[in-house]
């Protein structure tokens, strides 16, 4: 018997070995990183998300503007710029800080004062694109197309 425990302390066997292999680390750390790696990315669609959600909210707050704007003056304005009066300051887009696309008509009420008679805007289209899906999202004076 005593033969038997010799040679297991010569040899450096032992049974009680402690540590973590080379093979255990590496799995451990590839799952941390996969984790890490699904975390960011729903991370950056909430913030996508929100920026969109900002986007149509900012786009019907102009639209409710440019209606009172016309229900005191009678027609829609050339620009927005022009609605500083009712609404300072105009929204832009959370993440460019661009104004949205506005564009009003008909296309002749756009000319510039110095060539009278200008006709009165008859009707707008607010446009932006939202980060999900690229897609245009579009007000007019009727509603959401």
Not at 1 to 20: A, R, V
Not at 48 to 55: A, C, N, V
Not at 64 to 74: A, D, F, I, M, P
């Amino acid at each position: 018997m005593e033969k038997i425990i010799k040679i297991k302390k010569q040899s450096g066997l032992t049974p009680n070995k402690s540590g973590f292999t080379l093979l255990e680390i590496l799995v451990t750390v590839s799952i941390i990183t996969l984790i890490l790696t699904l975390g960011i990315v729903s991370y950056n669609q909430v913030f996508i998300t929100s920026r969109d959600s900002t986007r149509k909210s900012d786009l019907q707050i102009i639209s409710n503007t440019l209606e009172q704007y016309n229900s005191n003056k009678g027609s829609y304005p050339n620009k927005t710029a022009n609605l500083s009066a009712y609404l300072n300051p105009v929204p832009k887009d959370p993440k460019t800080k661009e104004s949205y696309i506005y564009i009003a008509s008909p296309s002749a009420c756009l000319t510039s004062i110095d060539n009278p008679p200008v006709p009165p805007c008859t009707s707008y289209v607010l446009k932006t694109t939202l980060e999900k899906n690229s897609e245009t999202y579009t007000i007019n004076p009727y509603g959401k197309e």
